[in-house]
């Protein structure tokens, strides 16, 4: 199976940077879109960005032009980059991806993972 690995994550003043990855593994074939959700305590999980393979992005407004996605396709492999970190921003960031696995001979499954989550605090 395709799994996800957040890392990243910490406490870091308001207006700091942190940069999360998430590296899938597995026996992946391919993997379509990647982002990034996050939940807050007492809130629902909300997308904060995804990124085609292609490259193309897409940001919640919250967030727009202080966070950039990336990916590298070759290491399969998703970043999030947060500058401008704000108190509201603190929550658990999930990352998530729809994956085509390999399981079994001549045969894939399309199944959407997601990560264990990495916990981010904007504290002063």
């Known amino acids: 199976q395709v799994q996800l690995v957040e890392s990243g994550g910490g406490l870091v003043q308001p207006g700091g940077s942190l940069r999360l990855s998430c590296v899938a593994s597995?026996?992946?074939?391919?993997?379509?879109?990647m982002g990034w959700y996050r939940q807050a305590p007492g809130k629902q999980r909300e997308s904060v960005a995804s990124?085609?393979?292609?490259?193309?992005?897409n940001y919640a407004d919250s967030v727009k032009g202080r966070f950039t996605i990336s990916r590298d396709n070759a290491k399969n492999t998703v970043y999030l980059q947060m500058n401008g970190l704000k108190f509201e921003d603190t929550a658990v960031y999930y990352c998530?991806?729809?994956?085509?696995?390999?399981?079994?001979?001549?045969?894939?499954?399309?199944?959407?993972?997601w990560g264990q989550g990495t916990l981010v605090t904007v504290s002063s």
């Open positions: 998530n991806a729809g994956a085509w696995e390999k399981v079994a001979t001549n045969t894939q499954s399309f199944r959407e993972v």
């Open positions: 597995g026996s992946i074939v391919s993997i379509n879109i």
């Open positions: 990124i085609g393979g292609g490259g193309t992005a």
